[in-house]
C-alpha cells in the first residue's frame, strides 16, 4: 500500500504539472469517505452493525472487491461495517433492482441510466458529494474518466464510473507492415495498407484480407442478434458533424434516412468477410475474439479488455495486433469520429437500499484513485481502467500494452453518450438489433431495416409517452455537450 | 520388653504433641513433594511422546489431507474450465488456475520428500503420477491460453482423469497407512500413559495409606486419651466416681492426666462434705415443708368446704357478733353478706317462724350440745322455704371457745318430697281418691266416731261390672279412664265428709258416717246406681258399666274394719250373684257361701290330677248335608261328693286362680288325642273344635302345647279347630295376628266364638285368617220370635259369606230355629235339637247312628226335620 501510495504521488506531481489541475490526491477519497462513515456511525445515523449489500454480475466480485476479497475486508476493517456481496444475473440493471428490492449498491451500463432514473430505482449522489466534499469532475491526473458521460443525465450524477468500457477495434498489425501483404494491397487500392480513418478504409482493409481458404477472415465483428447497436451507433452518429442524433427534437426517429442507410449498410457490408456462423445465435464477443486471438481473423471489435486478451501469453496474436481510432467518415475534408461507452460497468445506489449513504460511501472509497489500483488489471478480474492514471500504471500497460491503452485514452475524446438516452431504450436498441440482424442475413435492405426500426420506435415513444420521452430526450442531451477534462494532447 | 515407635527410632523420652504435629507435617511434604516429582517426570515422557507422535504422524497426515483437497480443488477448476464459455472468464480462470498448480506443485514435492523417509516407493509413484497429472494440467492451460475450450474439454475428459485418479489413490493409500501407523503410535502413547498412572495411583495409594495410618495412630493415641480424660471430667462433673485416671505418655497430655488425678481427689472430698450436709438441710427443708403443705392444704380445704359448703353457714364471734358468711347463705335466705357482718347472731334468723336464739346460743354455749331446728323460713323477697337451722360451738386448738357456727340448710325439696311420699302412701295416683290404706284409716275413724257418738256407719264395697271385659277388650287406658270418671261420679253423691276411696282394680270403697240407721245407706246406694245409669263417654266411645255394691253396718257387720270390709265384699259377691247392678246387705248367709266358693277352689286345684274331668262332645251338623261334621268340645267336673259341677261355677274360679293354663292344656290335648283315636277305630274323620281362653292364647308357649298335642295325638291338623274369642282378637293386634298366622301355618282352623257378643268392629275379620264365624246363641235361640235376633242372624251370615267365612250357630233348639238357619244359608249348627253333649263313649254310637242314617233330612223351606237320633 506504501509504493502504491508513493507511485500515486509521483504520478499526480508529474499529471498537475501537465494539466495544471488537481482533482484529488490520491486516498484522499477513500480517507474522506471513511471520515464520513465515522461520522454517520457516531452521530447514530447508521448503526454500527449495519450491513451493506452489493449485488454484482457473475465473474464481477472479484472485479470490484479485489484478489481474495482484500478490499472488502480493508473496508470492514477500517469502518466495522460489514459487507455482504452476491451474484445476480446477466441480465438488465433495470430487472436486478426491480427484483432485488434490498440491494443498496449494485452495477449498471451507461445506457441502461435513463431507464433506472425514471423509475427512480437509483440514487442521484450529487448532494452527498457536495456533502462530504467529493468532486466528480474528471480531471488529471487520476480523476474518473469522463464520469459525466459515463453516469450523469443532466445535473443528476447517478453512476459512479467503476469499469471504463468504449469500443476499441483491432487489426492484424504484422499483416499491415508485412511488405507483401503491402505490395499487393496497394496494387489493388493504390496506397498502403494502413490504420484506417474512414469506414471506406476499414472494409477495404477488411475485404482484401478476407481469405477463408487460407483460414483467415476478413473481420470478426459481432453481427449476431443482440447486441449490434454498440457497433453500428459509431458509424451512424459519425454521419454528420459533430454529431448525428437519432431522435429530433419531437422524438422522431432520424435513423429513416440516408445517414441510417449508411450507417446500416456500412455495417452489414463486413458480413460477407466474416466466418459463416457470424450471424447464428450467441455468436458474441466469446466467439470472435479466440477467432482473432488466434490469428484467424485480420479485424475484430470489442473493448480495452480485448487488448489484454490478445496480449495474453497463449495469443496468436502477441504483439501481431494493434488497436485502432474509430474510423469516421469524411465530412467536408474533415473526418468525423464518434465512439460510445459499451458494456463497462458503473456503480449505482439503489434508491430502495437500506444503507444508501453507506453505499455511496463505500462506492467512492472503493473507486478511490489509490484503492482501484487493487481492482483494475488484477488477475481474476475484468475491471477496465476507469481513472486516468490508470492507463500510466505499468502494470497496467504490460496488460493491455501502452499502445492500446494509447488508444483508448485517445478514444475518450470522441466519446459520445451511449444508447438512445431515453427510457425504455433497451426495448429502443432491441428493436433496432433485430431489423440490423435481419438486414446483416438479407432478409431486409438497409433502407426498409432502417425505416421498420424508425416505425417501431415511434410506437414505443407513442405507447411510453411522446411528452415524457421529449423531456427525457432533452435532459439525454446534454450530456452530448458535456466539456469534461480529458488528457491535455487530446482535449479539443 | 515392649517395643514401640519412639523406642524403635530411638526418641527422647519426652516428646511433646507440638513436635509430633511437626513430625507429621514434615512426612507428609517429603511424600507430596515425591508425588510431584514423580508426577512431573510422568507428564514430561508423556508430553514428549505426544510431540513425537505429533511430528511423525498427525503433521504428515495433516499435510495429506491438505494437499489431497487442494489436488481435488485443481481438478475442479480443470473440469470448470472446459464449462466456461466467456473468453474473459476464461482467461481470468486459466489464471487462477496456473496460480494454485504451481502452490500445489510445490506442495506435491515437500511432501514426497517427506514420504521418501518413510516410504521412497511410495514417494518415487507419487512424483511419477504427478508430474503426468501437471502435464496435462499445463496443456489445459496453454488450450485455454490459446482459447481452444473445445481442446480443454477434450483433455479433461480423456487425458487427465487417469492421472489424477492415480494421484487421489496414492494419497489415499498413504493416507491409510499413515493413519493406521498414527493410530498405533496413538495406542502404544496410551498403553504406556496408562501404565504410568497405574504405577503413579499405586505411589499415591501406598503413601496416602501410610499417611493415614500415621494420622489413625497419633489421632488414636490423642483422641483416646483425652476421651478418657473427658470421660472422667465428665463423671467428676456428675458426681460420680470414676477412679484413677489411667492414662499414659509423657507428653502434655500425661502432665494433664497427672494433674487431674490431684483435682479429683480434691474434689471428692469437698463433695462428700457437701453432699452430707446438703442432705442434712434437704432432710429438714423437706419435713418442714410437709408440714406446711399438709397444714395449708388442710386449710384450703376447710376454706374451700366452709366456702362452698351447700349449707348456708355463718360464723360469729363468741359474743354473737356474726364474722363469716358464705355464699350459700345468701342463696338460701335471701340475706346480702355485707348486711350480716358485725350483726349479732339473732338478727340472722329473723322473719319466717319465730326461733329464740338468744336461747340456743344461751344453751349452745353453756357447753349442753349443738342446737337445731326446722321451720319455714321467709326471704327478704318474702318467699317461703323449709329450712333445718343448726348451732354448734367452735373450738380452738386449745379447746377454749372460740366462734359461733351457726348452719342453714334449704331442705324444701326434701320437706315436699316427704310430703308427697305421704300423699302416695294413702291416696290413689290414678284417681286421686284414698287409697286402701287411707280408706281402713278412715274406716276405723270412722268406727271410732260412731263408737264415741253413739251412731251407725255404712262401708258400701263396689264393684264394676263388666269392667274387666273393657278393660281387656279397649286396653288399659280405657279402664283407666273409665275409673276415674267413675270416681267422679262417686264423690259428687256423697257427702263431703264421707269417704270415697279406690281399693284396687275397679272396687272401691264408700265409708258414711253418722248414720241412725242401716237402711238409711239405701239412698246412697241408689244415688250411686243412678249416676252410673248414664253410659260414660272415652275417646268417643260409649261405655256402659253399672255397679254391684255390697254393704256392711258397723257396728253389726264388724267392730273391726278389716272385718267390715270383708263382709261389704261379700255382700258385693252376693250383689254379684243378684245379677249385677244392684246392693245387697251382708248378712249370716253370705259367709257361708264365701266358704263354699273357698271350699270349691281347694277341690279344683287336684280335679286333674284325681281324673274328675272329663270331655263331652256337642255334634255340629252341616245344613246343606245334614251329615255330622265336627264337634265341640266341651269339659265337665265330676266330683265325688259334689257331683256334676258345671264349667259356670269352676271355670270363672279357675281363671281367677291360674289353673286354667293347665285345664285348658288338658283340654287341648285329651280333645286331639280322642279324634285321632276316633279315626283310628275307623269313624270318619271329623273336626273337632276346642275353646280358648284369653289367658290360654296368651301363653307364651301356647303354640308349643298345640303343636305338641297335634304331634302326639297324630291328628291332622285340619280336624282340629280352636274357637277363639273376639276378646282374643281385639287386643294387642299385632302378637295376636302373629299368633293367629303361625296357627294356620300349622295347618288349625280358627272360629270366632260368641261371635255377636263383643264390643270391637268388625274390621278385624278381614284382617284375621278365621275359617268360621260362631253366631252366638243369644241370637240363635230365639230367632224364630224375635225378629231383631233374626235380622242380626242373617246380617251376620250375609256378612260371614260376603268375606269368605262359615257359619256355625249355636244354641239350636227347635227345629224352627234350624229351618231359618237353612233358609237363611247358614253353614253349621248345633245345639240340644241337633245333639246334646255327650261323652266320648256316647259320641261313638252317635256318631255310628249319624252313618246309619246317612245324617239328617233337611227339608226344604216349610217343611219338617226328621230327627233321627
Partial sequence: MGRLRWMSGVMVVAMAAMTGVSETLAGEQADRALAAVKSLVAAGEVKGDAVIKLAFKSGNINSFLGPDLELQKEWEKRTGIMIRARVIPQQAALVNLKNNPDIDLTVARSNELPDLLDQRLVEDVVPWLKQYGFAMTGGLPDGYIRPRLQGALGDRQVAIPSDGDIAIFYLRQDLLENPVEQAAFHKIYGRKPDIPRTWQEYEQLVAFFHRPAQGLYGVAEERDESGGWMYWLPRYLSQAAPYRPLFDEGMKPLIDSPAGVAATESYIRTVRYSPPEILADGKDYSYVLPLFMQGKAFATANTIAAAKLFNAAGSAVRGKFVAIPMPGHNQGGKIVRANVPIYGNTLVVSSRGAQRKLAFLFAMWLTDADNSIHTVGVKGGHTDPYRWHHVKEPRIEELYTAAALKVFADEWGVALPSGTGVPGDSEYLEVLDQHLWLAARGDLSAAEAMHRTAAAWEKITGRRGRDKQIKALHLFNTNFTLKEPLPGRLNP | ?869
Fill in chain 2, 1 to 869: 520388653m515392649k517395643l514401640t515407635l519412639r523406642s524403635f527410632f530411638r526418641l527422647p523420652s519426652r516428646f511433646g504433641l507440638l513436635a509430633q504435629l511437626l513430625a507429621g507435617f514434615a512426612a507428609g511434604g517429603l511424600f507430596v513433594t515425591v508425588l510431584m516429582v514423580v508426577g512431573n517426570s510422568m507428564l514430561q515422557h508423556t508430553s514428549l511422546r505426544l510431540v513425537t507422535m505429533l511430528e511423525e504422524h498427525v503433521h504428515p497426515l495433516a499435510q495429506l489431507h491438505q494437499l489431497q483437497s487442494r489436488i481435488a480443488a485443481l481438478r475442479n477448476l480443470e473440469l470448470e474450465l472446459a464449462t466456461q464459455r466467456d473468453v474473459f472468464v476464461v482467461q481470468d480462470h486459466v489464471a487462477r488456475m496456473r496460480s494454485e498448480l504451481s502452490g500445489v506443485d510445490v506442495d506435491v514435492h515437500e511432501f514426497a520428500t517427506r514420504l521418501a523417509r518413510r516410504s521412497s516407493d511410495s514417494a518415487i509413484r507419487l512424483i511419477g503420477h504427478w508430474q503426468e497429472y501437471h502435464r496435462r494440467l499445463a496443456q489445459q492451460i496453454r488450450l485455454a491460453d490459446e482459447m481452444d475450450i473445445a481442446a480443454v474439454a477434450r483433455v479433461t475428459t480423456s487425458g487427465s482423469h487417469l492421472p489424477f485418479t492415480a494421484v487421489q489413490e496414492l494419497l489415499a493409500e498413504v493416507a491409510a497407512n499413515t493413519g493406521a501407523a498414527a493410530d498405533q503410535a496413538y495406542q502404544e502413547t496410551v498403553d504406556r500413559q496408562g501404565d504410568q498412572r497405574k504405577h503413579f495411583l499405586i505411589l499415591v495409594m501406598l503413601g496416602g495409606a501410610v499417611i493415614v495410618a500415621g494420622l489413625a495412630y497419633s489421632g488414636r493415641m490423642v483422641v483416646r486419651r483425652i476421651r478418657v480424660l473427658h470421660s472422667h471430667a465428665y463423671k467428676l462433673a456428675q458426681g460420680e466416681d470414676s477412679g484413677v485416671v489411667a492414662i499414659s505418655g509423657h507428653d502434655e497430655i500425661g502432665d494433664l492426666a497427672t494433674a487431674f488425678t490431684g483435682m479429683r481427689e480434691q474434689v471428692l472430698g469437698r463433695e462428700a462434705a457437701l453432699r452430707a450436709a446438703r442432705l442434712e438441710l434437704e432432710d429438714r427443708v423437706e419435713a418442714r415443708t410437709r408440714d406446711l403443705r399438709q397444714a395449708n392444704g388442710q386449710l384450703v380445704l376447710f376454706s374451700q368446704v366452709v366456702e362452698q359448703n351447700p349449707l348456708g353457714i355463718l360464723i360469729a364471734n363468741i359474743d354473737g357478733r356474726i364474722d363469716y358468711a358464705n355464699d350459700a347463705y345468701l342463696r338460701i335466705t335471701g340475706q346480702p353478706v355485707s348486711t350480716l357482718l358485725g350483726q349479732p347472731l339473732t338478727a340472722a334468723v329473723q322473719g319466717g317462724e319465730p326461733v329464740d336464739m338468744a336461747a340456743a346460743i344461751a344453751e349452745t354455749l353453756s357447753g349442753t350440745g349443738a342446737w337445731a331446728v326446722e321451720r319455714q323460713g321467709r326471704r327478704a323477697d318474702g318467699s317461703t322455704y323449709w329450712e333445718r337451722i343448726h348451732l354448734a360451738l367452735v373450738h380452738d386448738q386449745q379447746g377454749a371457745s372460740a366462734h359461733l357456727l351457726l348452719s342453714r340448710e334449704d331442705i324444701s325439696e326434701r320437706h315436699a318430697q316427704q310430703e308427697k311420699i305421704a300423699y302416695q302412701a294413702h291416696y290413689d295416683s290414678l284417681t286421686a281418691l284414698p287409697n286402701r290404706a287411707l280408706a281402713q284409716d278412715r274406716l276405723l275413724q270412722t268406727m271410732e266416731h260412731c263408737h264415741r257418738e253413739n251412731c251407725k256407719a255404712a262401708a258400701l264395697f263396689l264393684d264394676l261390672d263388666n269392667f274387666k271385659q273393657i278393660n281387656d277388650t279397649l286396653g288399659h287406658a280405657t279402664g283407666d279412664e273409665l275409673l276415674r270418671q267413675a270416681a267422679t261420679r262417686l264423690k259428687t253423691v256423697v257427702r263431703n265428709e264421707d269417704t270415697v276411696a279406690r281399693l284396687g282394680g275397679d272396687e272401691f270403697l264408700i265409708i258414711i258416717s253418722d248414720l241412725v240407721h242401716g237402711d238409711d245407706v239405701n239412698v246412697v246406694a241408689e244415688k250411686i246406681r243412678a249416676a252410673f245409669a248414664t253410659p260414660f263417654r272415652v275417646d268417643d266411645r260409649e261405655l256402659v258399666t253399672s255397679p254391684s255394691i255390697g254393704i256392711a253396718i258397723y257396728p253389726e257387720d264388724g267392730s273391726e274394719p278389716t272385718m267390715l270390709l270383708r263382709n261389704a265384699d261379700l255382700a258385693m259377691y252376693e250383689a254379684k250373684e243378684a245379677g249385677r247392678n244392684t246392693y245387697r246387705f251382708f248378712s249370716g248367709a253370705m259367709n257361708v257361701n264365701a266358704l263354699e266358693r273357698l271350699n270349691l277352689l281347694g277341690q279344683l286345684r287336684g280335679a286333674l290330677d284325681r281324673g274328675e274331668m272329663a270331655l263331652y262332645f256337642q255334634p255340629q251338623i252341616n245344613l246343606k248335608t245334614g251329615r255330622l261334621v265336627g264337634v265341640e268340645t266341651l269339659i265337665r267336673w265330676h266330683h265325688p261328693e259334689m257331683g256334676l259341677v258345671l264349667p259356670g261355677r269352676f271355670i270363672p274360679l279357675a281363671e281367677e286362680s291360674g289353673l286354667m293354663l293347665s285345664i285348658g292344656s288338658w283340654v287341648l290335648r285329651e280333645a286331639c288325642r280322642q279324634a285321632a283315636a276316633w279315626q283310628r277305630a275307623g269313624l270318619p274323620p271329623i273336626v273337632t273344635a276346642v275353646n280358648l281362653s284369653t289367658v290360654q292364647f296368651r301363653s307364651p308357649d301356647f303354640f308349643d302345647v298345640v303343636e305338641g298335642a297335634l304331634k302326639d295325638s297324630g291328628l291332622d291338623p285340619a280336624y282340629l279347630e280352636l274357637e277363639l274369642t273376639e276378646s282374643i282378637l281385639i287386643r294387642d293386634t299385632e302378637p295376636v295376628l302373629e299368633r293367629a298366622r303361625q296357627l294356620k301355618a300349622l295347618g288349625v282352623l280358627l272360629s270366632i266364638d260368641d261371635f255377636g257378643t263383643g264390643y270391637s268392629s268388625l274390621s278385624y275379620l278381614k284382617r284375621f285368617p278365621v275359617d268360621k264365624l260362631k253366631i252366638d246363641q243369644s241370637f240363635v235361640r230365639n230367632m224364630d220370635t224375635d225378629t231383631e235376633d233374626a235380622a242380626l242372624v242373617h246380617a251376620i251370615i250375609h256378612m260371614a259369606r260376603s268375606l269368605g267365612l262359615k257359619t256355625i250357630a249355636e244354641g239350636v233348639e227347635t227345629e224352627n230355629v234350624l229351618r231359618q238357619l237353612c233358609d237363611c244359608h247358614c253353614d253349621e249348627a248345633q245345639g240340644y235339637f241337633l245333639g246334646r253333649p255327650m261323652p266320648a263313649a256316647n259320641f261313638v254310637s252317635y256318631q255310628q247312628d249319624q252313618r246309619t242314617a246317612a245324617g239328617l233330612t233337611l227339608p226344604p223351606s216349610g217343611g219338617h226335620l226328621a230327627r233321627i237320633a
